[in-house]
């Protein structure tokens, strides 16, 4: 399998209001930008899936990374409508894992800018072996057993990605 690193969308991009963003999307208008370099998630997609679960639905998803350029980078295979359930709950999470499992991926690291989601997979014994970030420009805020960064050039995935390959083999 695949390891998978997976993120929202509003993590991944800058959004307007979700109505707001639906008219956009609709009027083929779409004003979101990327919260990361393209070349961190290049980085990263070289050693590992890159994935979205998101409450948004699966055509509007590709909707906004394809105006972002960045289709290539997330396959429709990748992606994960949460609707109807709530993304912040770890239980439902764990459907989600098998989803992806069957899939042919693995989670490996979850990447979010939302404090509850994040504080709950990082409380959640299911998820102890998944990497969990809190993307957040606020120092204060910490949460136990994820780690807070504010770019993915801070997560292991991208340090494994760029280490050299004969390294990894040692290991």
């Known amino acids: 399998m695949k390891p998978l690193v997976v993120m929202g ?16 999307i609709d009027r083929d ?24 679960l998101s409450s948004h639905s699966i055509p ?7 105006h972002l350029g960045w289709s290539r980078l997330f396959p429709t295979e990748h992606l994960i409508s949460s609707d109807p359930l709530d993304r912040k709950d770890a239980a439902n999470w764990e459907g989600w894992r098998r ?13 979010d800018i ?19 970030y809190f993307v957040t420009g606020d120092a204060g805020v910490r949460i136990e057993g994820a780690t807070r960064i504010t770019a993915l050039n801070q997560t292991r ?3 494994q990605a760029v280490q050299d390959p004969r390294d990894r083999m040692s290991r």
Request: glycine share 8%; net charge negative.
């Open 157 to 159: 995935a991208y340090r």
């Open 60 to 66: 509007r998803i590709e909707r906004v990374i394809g």
């Open 29 to 52: 208008e779409i004003q979101a930008s990327g919260r990361f370099p393209v070349e961190h998630l290049e980085v990263i997609a070289r050693e590992f899936a890159l994935g979205i």
């Open 114 to 132: 939302g404090e509850v989601l994040v504080r709950n997979l990082a409380g959640s014994s299911a998820f102890g072996e998944v990497d969990k």
């Open 9 to 24: 969308l509003r993590t991944l991009a800058h959004l307007d209001a979700k109505e707001t963003m639906y008219e956009q």
């Open 99 to 111: 989803e992806y499992e069957a899939r042919g991926l693995a989670l490996h690291t979850v990447v």
